[in-house]
């Protein structure tokens, strides 16, 4: 252990240097101490309040002084890699890391577009346009050249799964079409990414090869739901862009979906609660490509993974419910007290809320196989 001699009337620097080799710790220590200790400080307290100098004042809006609002900001900008501007990863989380190998370090350390355009919309909302712009560029970059997205993958791009998910190709158009309503494009044109996207979405579509919950393809709510949105998005940006002809059929297919929500969805044969017959189902069955799918959410059946051996693990697809409808009111495709949605959500209240002693939650959908078991 050693001691320094210190005077009162003396101040001292300390440095300390981390690095991958004596060498480029040395070399980093003196490059630091080569500037004054005053600089350094001022360069850190002004980088930590150019964070926070435009943040939406929302103290009158919560119950504890913007307390937990400020917290959770700082945790999402933690999510931002420092390598590769923009890119905001899922979690820094692994789940159940303690039995986790060194083979495999994904977890949740990965972009899931959805993941990430739900990160920087509120970091849009809280008043930081720069890194949800950042996020946007990140994301046009890493498109694939026929306007999908991998369904999730490493910080360099590289994808992790292979699945398709059609929201997370929607989710890029409606963080871009919210920075052109702001006007925070800045310099950049969103106008490539979008076409391309909108392109796979009515290509795509309107089946998804997986869902919200990555687990079975089908006609989805909530995928619908974004899916809506985005093609209505890019109709808006397309137009300002001057093609009408491609923001006119970006417009009639989300229409065309928008049509036939209720009778890919909802079922009016219910029987998972008693006096509850007509609500929105997890997902409607079906296959990506098939031209005339012949079962309804009435007739269908679902396959669930990751339920134990000998559990039974297939059921109607009417008596299975997720809250993932709620994104057709976000979107503005339903009203909040549209019967559907009304009954819809009495359904997932009686058979996925639960109440803790921190209030109530909600499991993702019934028989939900994912997670630890006792």
């Excluded at 949800?132 to 910080?155: H, M, S």
């Excluded at 051996?309 to 503005?332: C, H, K, Q, W």
């Amino acid at each position: 252990m050693g001691e320094l001699p210190l005077r009162p009337d003396e101040p001292i620097t300390v440095g300390l240097a981390l690095a991958q080799s004596v060498s480029a710790a040395i070399t980093a220590l003196y490059q630091s101490l080569g500037t004054g200790f005053s600089s350094h400080e001022h360069r850190f307290v002004e980088q930590w309040d150019r964070t926070v100098v435009h943040a939406v004042p929302l103290a009158s809006a919560s119950h504890d002084e913007g307390r937990l609002c400020r917290s959770s900001r700082s945790v999402l900008l933690a999510h931002e890699d420092k390598t590769f501007p923009g890119a905001f990863i899922a979690s820094l989380s692994i789940p159940w890391g303690a039995w986790k190998g060194d083979d495999d370090r994904g977890g949740y350390h990965l972009v899931w577009t959805r993941d990430m355009v739900q990160t920087a919309s509120a970091l849009l909302a809280s008043g930081h346009a720069e890194g949800a712009l950042r996020a946007l560029v990140y994301l046009a970059t890493r498109q694939r050249p026929d306007g999908g997205f991998p369904q999730n993958f490493w910080l360099g791009g590289h994808p992790y799964w292979t699945g398709v998910q059609l929201d997370e190709v929607a989710f890029p158009l409606l963080l871009a079409h919210r920075l052109f309503q702001d006007h925070e494009l800045g310099e950049f044109d969103p106008t490539p990414m979008v076409r391309r996207a909108a392109r796979f979405l009515i290509h795509g579509g309107p089946v998804t090869p997986q869902e919200r919950w990555e687990e079975l393809s089908g006609f989805s709510p909530s995928t619908l739901a974004a899916t809506i949105a985005a093609l209505t998005a890019a109709a808006d940006m397309l137009r300002g862009a001057g093609d009408p002809p491609s923001a006119d059929l970006a417009q009639r297919y989300a229409d065309f979906l928008e049509g036939h929500l209720d009778s890919w969805t909802v079922t009016d044969r219910g029987s998972a609660v008693p006096g509850l017959r007509r609500h929105y189902v997890r997902i409607r069955p079906a296959r990506p490509g098939d031209p005339s799918p012949n079962e309804g959410p009435d007739m269908g059946w679902v396959t669930l993974p990751n339920l134990a051996p000998g559990t039974p693990n297939r059921f109607p697809a009417e008596s299975i419910v997720d809250p993932g409808f709620l994104e057709l009111v976000r979107y503005g495709i339903r009203r909040a007290d549209d019967p559907t949605i009304v009954s819809s959500v009495e359904a997932v209240d009686a058979l996925l809320k639960v109440e803790t002693p921190f209030g109530p939650t909600w499991r993702r959908y019934n028989h939900d196989g994912y997670g630890d078991r006792g």
